[in-house]
């Protein structure tokens, strides 16, 4: 009796093993193709067809870092003009958006301290003048045998106190940026120029008005024409950014335009709050469409370094992780996770899992899942 039991427990067995063994086989026919582990065997020409093979490719690839950043002026391009000296404008030479050289005439201010300091001018001029007169006429004298060596050099320091006083009251008209001032006229307002050169961004000079001599700035010139963009850069991005760098810049403004630039200066210390660096950047502004103030989205990119890159079809997502088909033989093909650095333009760098020459399956992958 248990024998026949046995027998019968036998004859299922096989009988389930035969037809798991044969769905099996049909389910290959229908699919074109059969896995083991992690190895697929593609079987119907059909499929073999449809499955394109491309190579993994070493290809220069730069890191790209994004962030926010604002359009600031760079400091040398940029000055705010403001009174020497308390006093009244006379006459304004200016207005907003002219474009103006270094020592255009802005605007002219007349007052009591310039006044004072043409007069300081002259009278140090007036005495140097006699000074020398006095020590020519000591000379001659000396050579006569008719003056003492005392009195020579008596007058000689005379002509060195005069020499220093003259350079003290031509250093004082210099802060006021006068030119010629031997042709100045005693009583003369003083013309106001330009540091540099640029536009006239900014004016509020308004004739007759007295100004104090700590005055807010009346006006501002700006070449523009390059400006800084600050940004704030984790501690754990620095390193993919140097001095040199290029970065692409990005406004809401204007949708789809892109503005090149490159990184001027990296910050030395890290702001303790924030764990950022401070990275300043140049870029060409000769449009005018960066405006100051404005904020934008900063692209930058490290120097190029050789990456495995492949079409992004290629990629297949798993459970836990990206995945791609590599062929080992002819219809076959290993499952391979792959580490994905970054996706762009139909490309994906992969940071680990392929080397370069691998054969994989660029289109068609999904027929294997």
């Given at each position: ?10 004859l ?7 037809t798991?063994c044969?769905s099996?086989?049909?389910e290959?026919?229908?699919s074109g ?6 190895t697929?065997?593609?079987t119907?020409?059909?499929l073999s067809e449809?499955?394109k093979i491309?190579?993994a ?6 890191k790209?870092v ?9 400091p040398?391009r ?5 009174p020497?000296?308390a006093g009244r404008?006379?006459?304004s030479?200016?207005q907003v958006g ?5 020592g255009?005439?802005?605007?002219e201010?007349?007052s009591?301290?310039?006044?004072t ?7 140090a001029?007036s005495?140097r003048?006699?000074a ?10 000396i ?8 009195e020579?050099?008596?007058?000689q320091?005379a ?6 006083e ?9 802060v ?7 042709h100045m ?8 120029r330009?540091?540099i050169?640029?536009?006239v961004?900014?004016?509020?000079i308004?004739?007759?008005?007295y ?7 009346v006006a501002?010139?700006a070449?523009?024409?390059?400006v800084w963009i600050?940004?704030?850069?984790k501690?754990?991005?620095i390193?993919f950014i140097?001095a040199?760098s290029s970065?692409?810049?990005e ?12 990184v001027?200066h990296v910050?030395e ?8 660096i401070?990275v300043?950047?140049v870029?060409e502004?000769s449009k ?9 989205t900063?692209?930058f ?7 495995v ?21 002819p219809?076959v093909?290993v499952?391979?996770?792959?580490e994905?650095e970054?996706?762009?333009?139909g490309?994906?760098?992969?940071s680990s899992?392929?080397h370069p020459?691998?054969k ?10």
């Open positions: 009796m248990m024998k026949k039991r046995e027998l019968q427990i036998l299922i067995c096989s009988v389930l093993l035969i798991a044969k099996k086989q049909r290959e026919q229908q193709y059969r896995m083991e582990g992690d697929v065997y593609v119907d020409p059909i449809r499955i491309a190579d490719r070493l290809e220069p690839y730069s790209e994004i962030t926010s950043g604002m359009v600031r002026p760079i040398t940029y000055a705010y003009i403001a020497p000296f404008v006379i006459k030479y200016i002219q474009l103006v050289k270094r255009t005439p802005l605007f201010i007349s009591p301290d310039f006044t300091a043409q007069k300081d001018y002259f009278q001029l005495s003048e006699l020398k007169k006095d020590l020519k006429r000591k000379e001659d004298l050579r006569n045998g008719v003056s003492s060596q005392k020579l050099e008596e007058a320091n002509l060195l106190m005069a020499d220093k003259f350079e003290n009251a031509s250093a004082a008209l210099e006021y940026q006068v030119d010629q001032p031997e006229a005693l009583g003369q307002p003083l013309v106001v330009s540091p050169s640029g536009e961004i900014e004016n509020n308004v004739t007759g008005q100004l104090k001599d700590d005055a807010e700035p501002i010139v070449d523009l024409s390059e600050t940004a704030q850069v501690e754990k991005d390193r140097d040199g970065l692409d810049i406004v809401s403004a204007l949708p789809g335009t892109v503005i090149k630039g490159s001027y910050e210390a890290v702001d303790e709050e924030t764990r950022s401070k300043l950047s870029c502004n005018r469409h960066l405006k100051l103030g404005m904020y934008t900063v692209h990119l490290s120097a190029p370094i050789g990456q890159q492949i079409s992004e079809k290629a990629l297949l997502q798993g459970e836990k992780a990206s995945y791609v088909y590599v062929r080992v033989a219809g093909f499952r391979t996770a792959v994905v970054a996706t762009k333009d490309i994906a760098v992969i899992g392929l020459g691998d994989v399956i660029s289109e068609g992958g999904y027929y294997l899942k």
